[in-house]
């Protein structure tokens, strides 16, 4: 058994991360630190945890595990790391944005998609944004192919759990029900990470991507849709989707329009191409809790440690 | 034109005051207190009135206008007229909870349909509470007809603008999406004003008003229900209470099954009645913000100053 | 492995009874017929199982089978019955309202916190309703400590699923978002069921169930409350329901009040018990597809075939 | 007064007509025709009418008003006019797509930020679409500047309202709540008279308006983001925005960012500007019923009549 601990255990993504590690049978979840919840039981926070677990939260950081999975928070995680000794052979999978850039730091960044057989050799991992994530699976194909040569229009709407648990004017349901905004217009800072891997992927890459994103009036999940210029004909743009992730796990191509409740409760991303004019259209939708936070964590974790990548993560579809 | 005042200008009964007051074709709305939002445009905090109005905020009482709203909160109407001198002859509308109970203060309950005379010649007037109104509506025929017997059993369930503006774990947005819970089931602080009316009307009636209130996962409204041993007839039942509200401006009886959008954005009570076995069976809605707020209260500005009831109160529902 | 059918694949309990047998460890879902689906995949139907299976509906009835869980809707359980031949030793499991009254037909009551060793040893069974799953389970301790002495009332409200996937009036988006209704006051069909359960726990109980059910602006889940006279203290009752659900699986008693998204997505019951006056006041919150349906319908195959409750029925709650 | 009708009083649009209509102090609602409704009661059909008309449907066209609403709905606004013969004296507002294109029928486009004047001398008038109300007022500035020199690329989202009372798939409840999905991308039906309507400013225009719609998860309201590349500054840019719209009634640009619920149940569009880079950006918001159908049908219908442009449109906000 993997023996697991998560640091920063209040939050949504932490939240999310024990309903899955509790269930999952590869997993042991040894503790689930917090400063804030020390004492009470995972159940008191995390309210549909009763009948699942008695543990309660913890404040003493122990080495003696697998892998930490950390979830305080951006910022938070470099602190974290600072302040204690975290052995080089524990993996470490951060859900925060500290180490998803390049900057010298020695985080591999976890999209297996992208970087699977690094995620396999290398024990620092960087868990990616949900809109990166959501972004990312549009665009790979077509950065893989080193076919984007120009900017590239890009809208997503995200449910209010992307914004965490802050009480926030605009997470007040009396505000946020039935209602819709854009925010951070061209300047989501996702963006860099998502550059990052484009140019990873094709390095002469240097368009603008021109990424819109909504508050939606729901809780779960994001949907993105983006354009660009590309001399592909359908057919060929249709092969490049369908062979990138002919054999993803959780990744899927469509031939039909998509919706985000597909895959609400789920680490899946589904994709649907289609081809207008002269431009690539593509759709992509995940649950920006799961694909997009925690079930990509358990993925990542699942890879590194050689198990079959769905392990804990059959997870049962919202749908309705 | 009648020159109003509303005391504590941020919230939301205030916001819906001044929605309904600005587009009042016999007020003038002469200034908006808050010291909260002092120096800020009322469309900066109410952000729906951009184009409507260019005032700003005050934080100077001025006792110079004919009809002065209190929205200051449960507690804080008592201590502004406490430290302010409000002349005698301005009438004070209070939409706290402060002055409901007939404890000796001159303040009257302003209910027009039990009380639309009283509310002509007195200018302290104590606004209903909002569940309190829509079981009083419900309940009125029967206790006016001293037909109430034994234990009335109510549920209702209310918006979340029925808790304010402030930011609780049961109005973030990711809580209270698709969520519904009960809270303070017995002891709803409305029931002290509904057994106060209901013995007003009937006065010898000692049995138990059961009311479990539930949180409902939309943004305005009440939808109460509730039944009651009964020996009228069924026909006598609809007698009764079309009579009642016969000649009512905003309360109807109808022979069909209600919903709660028919009346929202409205200042409307729709009740339908129905014999089920031995027992009246009723249910009644409001718009909490309106009928079950600052919507009454204009009504009972209207009364007071001799306007006819529905001036500045033809509002268009929302209906979908 | 357990060879399983479904009968009936197209509707909502279906599409989530298929969701859970694909990842059931001990199920291999053999086939599932639609007469109105046949030839389609079925992720074509039920949307979200993209990348999940490549099995395609089918009309040709096989008895070849360990179990077949009748999911066509209510009236049509008999009519397949008496269409074709199901072996005697094919275990059903029948979703519909047909079987669920004891009149003289071979099928047992699958509530398994009442009947348990009864669902062990019968292949004939009756999944209980939605509604009547969470009503009894809020009045099993009482009823099986005969302390059940008046009339009980009670209210619920139901998402919208529990409507199926008729378009009607009343499941219209933009009538039913933001909206609130009553429906079948006293006379909802479940009602009989849990007359029966009651009767079959304390034979002599002749009160009657005063049960509101309401239309919920949510998808999925049922919140019931409750209350009826008591002698029994509030510490006696909550012996009562602890000692009754101490070792269920999945129904749990806890002492904070509890809201619908604890158990959305869950096969969960979640109890909570309070005295006021002379009351016992009771909460219960169930998933209507789940532990309403299709999750309870698993668990009584599960404990037929002598699986472990819990198996392929540790789903992640939706939380958020 | 006006003598007014409504022809094709079932769907939304009417039903928004006959609420503003029934309290406009300058119009007598004469008649409402419905071959489906005939000899219903208005508050039969549209139920939040209760207590406000006691008139019904007819099914006889009487050509014997002022003013003729056309809702009968795409399509079929053509096929009423072949039948009928309507005076030409009587003014027709058409809410339909019929004439909305210049192909030689006498209809003016009745958008008033751009045609008030030609709406004054023409009594056959095409009421626009909601998204081509939402984007051509984002847009009118820069393209009555003749500022509009490539690619607009736009996104917009709008609630359920606006595909009508039609119970499709993605209208039902239990699909549509929580979940959002793109259609018709670049070939949304409005953008013909999008097109037309910047020709009209800027002849030479010859780029793509590239135009992803949403389906979103709330009832009422459209809103519009999009940008373009420009040569303006941004205070020219505001300028630009702020000239164009100072004496409008309805719409207003603002400094600060915007969200739905500030012009949900209003007649307002409210836009708000950006630079970012060497982009205008824009977002716009609208209710699509009311200055996106009905609200500006009767704005059409004050102007033309030489009634104050808010007669009867000083609605309420939703606000919340």
Known sequence: MIQAAIIGGGGFTAGELIRILLHHPGV???YVLSESQVGK?????????IGETGITFTDEYSPEVDV???????????????????????TIIDLSRDFRLKDGNPYIYGLPELNREVIKNNNRIANPGCF?????????PLAQARALHSDVHLQGITGATGAGQAKLDTTHFSWRNNNISVYKPFK?????????????CQDEYRSELCFIPMRGDFTRGILISGYVKTD??????????????AHEPFT???EHNIHLKQVVNTNKCLIHVEKHGDKAF?????????????????QNMNIHFGLEEHTGLHLKPMAY
Do not use: M, R, W
Not at 41 to 49: G, K, M, P, R
Not at 188 to 194: A, D, F, K, N, P
Not at 232 to 237: A, I, W
């Open 28 to 30: 042991n979840l040894n």
């Open 41 to 49: 039981l995972l159940s008191d926070t995390h309210q549909d945890l």
């Open 68 to 90: 930490t999975f950390l979830c305080k928070g951006h910022g938070k995680s470099k602190q974290f790391i600072d302040k204690h000794t975290i052995p080089e052979s524990t």
């Open 132 to 140: 990166a994530t959501a972004i990312q699976l549009a665009l790979l």
């Open 188 to 200: 989501h800072q996702h963006l860099t990470e998502v550059y990052q891997t484009i140019q990873q």
């Open 232 to 245: 592909l004909s359908e057919g060929e743009l249709l092969n490049l989707y369908h062979e990138q992730y």
């Open 252 to 254: 899927h191509v469509t």
């Open 282 to 298: 593509i759709i992509s939708a995940i649950d920006n809790l799961l694909k997009g936070a925690s079930g990509q964590a358990v």
